[in-house]
C-alpha cells in the first residue's frame, strides 16, 4: 500500500467514535477516525459528509476534513441530503394534506427537492387517487402513486434518487420502511409489527445509517424533518413563495398576500381551477399560523 494514500467518500454511518465512509472509487467500506484538529475546529463529522480520508499506516484511516455542507439536519442527525421522500398512505391511515403541505415548506426551506409519494395504491378506489393527483398535479412537485407490489414505480424514484441522497418524511404506518426495502438491495429496514417491538424493546441505541440503494444513491434509515414550526424560519409574507404554482408578480399589489385583496391573480386562478382550493385553503391556514405565532 502507498504511504498517504487519499481518498473523497461519503460517511455512511458513525458509532463509538467510528466513523464508516463509502469511497467514491470502490465498494469497500472503509472504517475511519477523525483527525483532532477537527474537533479543535468544532467540526463534528456527520452521516452525509463528504470527506477527504487518509491512511497513514496499512489499514488505518482518519477523516482529515470535511467538505462544505449543503445542508445539516440535527434529529436525525444527517448532511447533505438532496432529496426528501414525502410519503403518505391513501388510506390507513387517511392522509393528512396540511402535514403534507408542511413537509413541502419544510423541504424548500432546508433546500431538498421533495418528491411526494402516496401508497397503498392497492386499497384505494381510482377515483379516491384521481383527488390527490388532481390536487398536486399542479404544483410542480414529482408525483408517484404505487403500492408496495409496483416496483416499476419504485424503479422510476429510484432513477430520481440516481446518485444523490435521499430521507424519507411522513407519519408513521404508511409503508416508509416498506419502501425502503424495495429501493435498497440486500439491506432491510424493519416494517410494521417489528418496528413496533423496536420501540418497545432494548434497541433503543439506534444509530443513523445510509443505505446504499440499487441506483447509487444512499437513502437514509431513519425517518428525516416532521413538521416544524414555520414562523422559525419564514415570515408571513415569505409563505407565498412556498407554494411554487402560486402566480408570482401578477397581482395588481406587489405586496398582495393573496388574501382577497382586490386585483389578486390568485381568485381568477382558482376559479379557472389552475391551483388547487385545498392547497389555497392550507395556504390561508399557515399564513395565519405564522402570523399569530410571530406575535
Ligand atoms: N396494502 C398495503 N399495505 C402496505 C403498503 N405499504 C406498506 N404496507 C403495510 O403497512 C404497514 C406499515 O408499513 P411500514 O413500512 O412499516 O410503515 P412505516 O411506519 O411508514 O415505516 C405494514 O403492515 C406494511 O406491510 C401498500 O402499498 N399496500
Ligand atoms: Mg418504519
Ligand atoms: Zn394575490
Known sequence: MLAQEKQIGK?????????????QASEEIVECKARGVLRHQKMVPTVGDEVMIQSDNPGEWTIESIEPRKNI????????????????????PKPNLLLLDKLLISSEIQNVEPLICFSKKDLVSAEEEEVLRKIYSKTPYKLFFFSDRDLDVMNEI??????????MAGPSGVGKSTMANNLCSNQTMETGTLSQKLKSGKHTTRHVELLKMRSGGFLL???????????????????????????RGECRFKSCLHQGEPGCQILVDLKE?????????HYL????EIKREQH
Open 73 to 92: 439536519f440535527i434529529r436525525p442527525p444527517v448532511a447533505n441530503v438532496d432529496i426528501g421522500l414525502i410519503v403518505f398512505s391513501m388510506t390507513s
Open 285 to 288: 391556514y399557515l399564513l395565519d
Open 158 to 167: 429510484a432513477h430520481e434518487i440516481s446518485c444523490k441522497t435521499a430521507f
Open 221 to 247: 434509515d431513519t425517518p428525516g424533518f416532521s413538521s416544524y414550526k414555520l414562523s422559525e424560519y419564514i415570515k408571513a409574507e415569505e409563505l407565498r413563495e412556498y407554494f411554487p404554482e402560486f402566480s
Open 11 to 23: 460517511i455512511i454511518k458513525g458509532i463509538g467514535g467510528f466513523y464508516y465512509v463509502k469511497p
Open 273 to 281: 381551477e389552475k391551483i388547487s382550493q385545498t392547497r389555497y385553503d
